[in-house]
Every structure is written in structure tokens, then in C-alpha cells.
């Protein structure tokens, strides 16, 4: 579907091709406005959301854990991913040491997405032991009820990265 040849993609029921995770998942809250995963459109909350969700697309996902998924990258070239990323949980821990969530007290679709690339630690062995806070907030997303939903109807229970 992806001109790109990646995921995610998802066309709209009308025929409209989105892609991008930011993008897709903005579309989705907007759709169910009373679910509150995403502040309304023109607001500064709203761009504080979309601040996050571009973290965790260019700093984690792609800037961060992709590259340890490559099998021919030396151990070298990970090291400097694996740093990058140290950096950015270090960042997030301090985050969490006064937030419930990204967004301050309220749940949204950028944790969804966090929790879900996040969880990509285990994958690649790297170790997020080191920062509680993350640890405690991984624990607070993967005991939702719609969460725990999602990992089951993925076949994904019991999950094979335990949450720290």
C-alpha cells in the first residue's frame, strides 16, 4: 500500500492512503473525539502532542532502535544508537519522574505509540532498568484494559519482553 514499501498504512474507508504513524494515529483520535487521546486540532496541547509523537518517531524509533534491528551493522555502529538511546530514555525518566504520562495527567495516543516502540528494548537487549520511572510508566500503560486487549488480539500475551 506504502509507495515506500513500509508500515504503517492504512487506507480510509473512502480510499484516502495515510501514512506515517503520527499522522494515522491523529486521524484515528479524531475520529472518536470523546476517547480524549488527543486534544483538539489548533491548540497548544495539540502541538505538544505532535512534539511528542515526532520524538518518538525520529529520536526512538528511527534515530534510536531501527538500526539495531540491522543484522549486517557493526556492533561499532550500534553502540552510537545504543547511546542515542540511553540519552532519550535519560530524557524520559526525568519526564516521568513528575508526569503519569507525556502529556501530564492524561493518557493519549503518544503513549500507545511510546509503549509500543519501547517495547522494542527487549528485541535488541537493551537494558531500561536503568530508568525506573520509564519502568513505572511501561507498567502503568501495559495493565490498561484496552492495552492488554491489543497484545492478546495480536497474539502477543503473554508478551515476550516482561515489562520491567
Same mark, same amino acid.
Given at each position: 500500500?506504502?509507495?515506500?514499501?513500509?508500515?504503517?498504512?492504512?487506507?480510509?474507508?473512502?480510499?484516502?492512503?495515510?501514512?506515517?504513524?503520527?499522522?494515522?494515529?491523529?486521524?484515528?483520535?479524531?475520529?472518536?473525539?470523546?476517547?480524549? %487521546?488527543?486534544?483538539?486540532?489548533?491548540? &497548544? +496541547?495539540?502541538?505538544? #502532542?505532535?512534539?511528542?509523537? =515526532?520524538?518518538?518517531?525520529?529520536?526512538?524509533?528511527?534515530?534510536?532502535?531501527?538500526?539495531?534491528?540491522?543484522?549486517?551493522?557493526?556492533?561499532?555502529?550500534?553502540?552510537?544508537?545504543?547511546?542515542?538511546?540511553?540519552?532519550?530514555?535519560?530524557?524520559?525518566?526525568?519526564?516521568?519522574?513528575?508526569?503519569?504520562? %507525556?502529556?501530564?495527567?492524561?493518557?493519549? &495516543? +503518544?503513549?500507545?505509540? #511510546?509503549?509500543?516502540?519501547? =517495547?522494542?528494548?527487549?528485541?535488541?537487549?537493551?537494558?531500561?532498568?536503568?530508568?525506573?520511572?520509564?519502568?513505572?510508566?511501561?507498567?502503568?500503560?501495559?495493565?490498561?484494559?484496552?492495552?492488554?486487549?491489543?497484545?492478546?488480539?495480536?497474539?502477543?500475551?503473554?508478551?515476550?519482553?516482561?515489562?520491567?
Amino acid at each position: 500500500m506504502n509507495p515506500l514499501g513500509y508500515v504503517p498504512a492504512l487506507v480510509l474507508d473512502e480510499g484516502t492512503l495515510l501514512t506515517e504513524g503520527a499522522a494515522i494515529v491523529q486521524n484515528i483520535a479524531d475520529q472518536v473525539p470523546s476517547k480524549n %487521546l488527543a486534544p483538539p486540532n489548533g491548540t &497548544i +496541547a495539540r502541538t505538544r #502532542l505532535q512534539a511528542w509523537l =515526532n520524538f518518538i518517531s525520529s529520536e526512538m524509533h528511527k534515530g534510536g532502535f531501527s538500526p539495531l534491528f540491522y543484522r549486517g551493522m557493526p556492533e561499532e555502529g550500534k553502540d552510537i544508537f545504543r547511546k542515542r538511546l540511553m540519552d532519550r530514555f535519560a530524557h524520559l525518566d526525568q519526564h516521568f519522574s513528575n508526569n503519569e504520562y %507525556l502529556m501530564g495527567r492524561e493518557y493519549s &495516543i +503518544a503513549d500507545a505509540h #511510546l509503549f509500543v516502540v519501547s =517495547n522494542w528494548a527487549g528485541w535488541v537487549h537493551f537494558d531500561l532498568s536503568r530508568y525506573p520511572n520509564v519502568a513505572t510508566y511501561r507498567r502503568r500503560i501495559g495493565a490498561r484494559a484496552a492495552v492488554q486487549a491489543a497484545l492478546e488480539a495480536e497474539g502477543l500475551i503473554p508478551w515476550p519482553n516482561s515489562l520491567p
